[in-house]
């Protein structure tokens, strides 16, 4: 049974970082946890000086956890020479990171995403791993030969780890095909039930189909698919004048620029409110005033490897039917529940008329939002960090 085990990740700012932050005060009440979070992965000195300052507290420091957050880079780009940089500097890092833990003891290491995982590999042969799949990250990388490269490195990864976690089943059949073998398991993203229903309980407001609000939370982006909600809700807002339409988000991008002017194109600013990026617990509030979740993905290689997001999973734990679009698996998913309505992504009537179907509807909306909640407690993170604490006793008791 493992004891103590080491946790390396990159960018703790990014969506990825959810994942590891709701799985680790679960994870930490059976194991003693170290973290290390190796963000800047480019061939700069100032880069190079900040991951050995974070090794070298890491050492002194005899706290559990290492919180080491930085500037860091984006990953998705995919410019050269940088991303080369990214990959080729894991080398040098990795024998440094080697020596300077030589004295330490793990009983396994815990990887995610991609680059922790090309670092771990180099940390200690006899550690197990367990790599942690989020994401095809090779698909971010518009470049030919960085695409080519990435992709016969995350599969590197993938096949010479002691045991891969997928977090979707697409994701899932990929990694066993890939191992051809059975270490491969499925955990999907969780949501934080015990802290939402912690949030909850000081309200007065709950979801409801009299609230006759439809909300976004989530990232700005163009994959979102915001503005087909945006068409939609302009369309529907023209037949039921007191809908409202709320977006939670930071809207400092090109695409949240864009949203800005259609929805002064459409002349509906009167009916939407953007809040921009806000503290969990107010999203969690904005979602309890609200009557419909919206979550509109664009079809694309990357989300089409989507099983369950995290917004959909947040506005079923609130009990706040949702309309979503079919990418990857959702539609198995929500279908199985019977939780939300699916739509097809760019039809903007079809959505329009969902959203005056669940505002209109009140014996669906709440057969819905029932459902919503039956769907969240199976994707409760305490019953997924469970599953994944008992991988990682699995590979320290093989070692």
Same mark, same amino acid.
């Given at each position: 049974?493992?004891?103590?085990?080491?946790?390396?990740?990159?960018?703790?700012?990014?969506?990825?970082?959810?994942?590891?932050?709701?799985?680790?005060?679960?994870?930490?009440?059976?194991?003693?946890?170290?973290?290390?979070?190796?963000?800047?992965?480019?061939?700069?000195?100032?880069?190079?000086?900040?991951?050995?300052?974070?090794?070298?507290?890491?050492?002194?420091?005899?706290?559990? =956890?290492?919180?080491?957050?930085?500037?860091?880079?984006?990953?998705?780009?995919?410019?050269?020479?940088?991303?080369?940089?990214?990959?080729?500097?894991?080398?040098?890092?990795?024998?440094?990171?080697?020596?300077?833990?030589?004295?330490?003891?793990?009983?396994?290491?815990?990887?995610?995403?991609?680059?922790?995982?090309?670092?771990?590999?180099?940390?200690?042969?006899?550690?197990?791993?367990? =790599?942690?799949?989020?994401?095809?990250?090779?698909?971010?990388?518009?470049?030919?030969?960085?695409?080519?490269? +990435?992709?016969?490195?995350?599969?590197?990864?993938?096949?010479?780890?002691?045991?891969?976690?997928? +977090?979707?089943?697409?994701?899932?059949?990929?990694?066993?095909?890939?191992?051809?073998?059975?270490?491969?398991?499925?955990?999907?993203?969780?949501?934080?039930?015990?802290?939402?229903?912690?949030?909850?309980?000081?309200?007065?407001?709950?979801?409801?189909?009299?609230?006759?609000?439809?909300?976004?939370?989530?990232?700005?982006?163009?994959?979102?698919?915001?503005?087909?909600?945006?068409?939609?809700?302009?369309?529907?807002?023209?037949?039921?004048?007191?809908?409202?339409? +709320?977006?939670?988000?930071?809207?400092?991008?090109?695409?949240?620029?864009?949203?800005?002017?259609?929805?002064?194109?459409?002349?509906?600013?009167?009916?939407? =409110?953007?809040?921009?990026?806000?503290?969990?617990?107010?999203?969690?509030?904005?979602?309890?005033?609200?009557?419909?979740?919206?979550?509109?993905?664009?079809?694309?290689?990357?989300?089409?490897?989507?099983?369950?997001?995290?917004?959909?999973?947040? =506005?079923?734990?609130?009990?706040?039917?949702?309309?979503?679009?079919?990418?990857?698996?959702?539609?198995?998913?929500?279908?199985?529940?019977?939780?939300?309505?699916?739509?097809?992504?760019?039809?903007?009537?079809?959505?329009?008329?969902?959203?005056?179907?669940?505002?209109?509807?009140?014996?669906?909306?709440?057969?819905?939002?029932?459902?919503?909640?039956?769907?969240?407690?199976?994707?409760?993170?305490?019953?997924?960090?469970?599953?994944?604490?008992?991988?990682?006793?699995?590979?320290?008791?093989?070692?």
């Amino acid at each position: 049974m493992a004891k103590r085990i080491l946790i390396i990740t990159t960018e703790m700012h990014a969506r990825h970082w959810y994942r590891l932050k709701s799985f680790l005060p679960y994870l930490a009440r059976r194991l003693k946890i170290t973290i290390i979070d190796y963000t800047n992965m480019v061939n700069s000195r100032r880069g190079y000086n900040k991951i050995f300052e974070s090794i070298t507290t890491l050492l002194k420091n005899p706290a559990d =956890y290492l919180w080491s957050i930085d500037n860091g880079v984006n990953t998705t780009t995919s410019f050269l020479p940088t991303d080369y940089g990214k990959l080729l500097c894991t080398i040098p890092i990795g024998t440094l990171l080697k020596f300077k833990l030589k004295e330490k003891s793990y009983d396994a290491i815990l990887a995610s995403p991609l680059f922790a995982g090309i670092l771990a590999l180099h940390v200690d042969n006899n550690i197990p791993i367990v =790599y942690e799949d989020v994401d095809r990250f090779y698909e971010f990388y518009k470049n030919p030969l960085m695409k080519l490269i +990435v992709r016969s490195t995350e599969y590197n990864v993938i096949s010479r780890s002691n045991y891969v976690i997928a +977090v979707s089943d697409i994701l899932f059949k990929e990694d066993l095909h890939i191992r051809r073998d059975k270490r491969v398991s499925l955990i999907p993203n969780g949501v934080n039930l015990e802290l939402i229903n912690k949030i909850m309980r000081k309200m007065r407001h709950k979801p409801n189909i009299n609230n006759r609000t439809i909300v976004y939370a989530g990232a700005i982006e163009e994959w979102a698919g915001i503005d087909k909600l945006v068409e939609a809700f302009s369309i529907a807002a023209r037949k039921e004048h007191n809908l409202r339409l +709320v977006i939670i988000g930071d809207l400092n991008t090109a695409y949240g620029s864009y949203i800005i002017k259609l929805i002064k194109e459409l002349d509906i600013k009167e009916k939407v =409110y953007l809040t921009g990026r806000r503290p969990y617990n107010e999203v969690i509030t904005f979602l309890s005033r609200s009557s419909i979740g919206a979550a509109l993905f664009k079809p694309s290689n990357l989300t089409n490897k989507i099983m369950v997001p995290l917004k959909i999973l947040e =506005y079923a734990a609130v009990g706040l039917p949702f309309i979503a679009s079919s990418v990857g698996s959702i539609k198995k998913v929500v279908d199985y529940y019977n939780s939300g309505i699916i739509v097809e992504y760019d039809n903007v009537e079809e959505i329009s008329d969902k959203i005056l179907l669940l505002t209109n509807n009140e014996r669906l909306w709440t057969y819905l939002s029932s459902n919503a909640k039956l769907m969240a407690r199976d994707f409760d993170v305490r019953r997924l960090a469970q599953r994944e604490l008992e991988i990682i006793n699995q590979v320290t008791e093989e070692k």
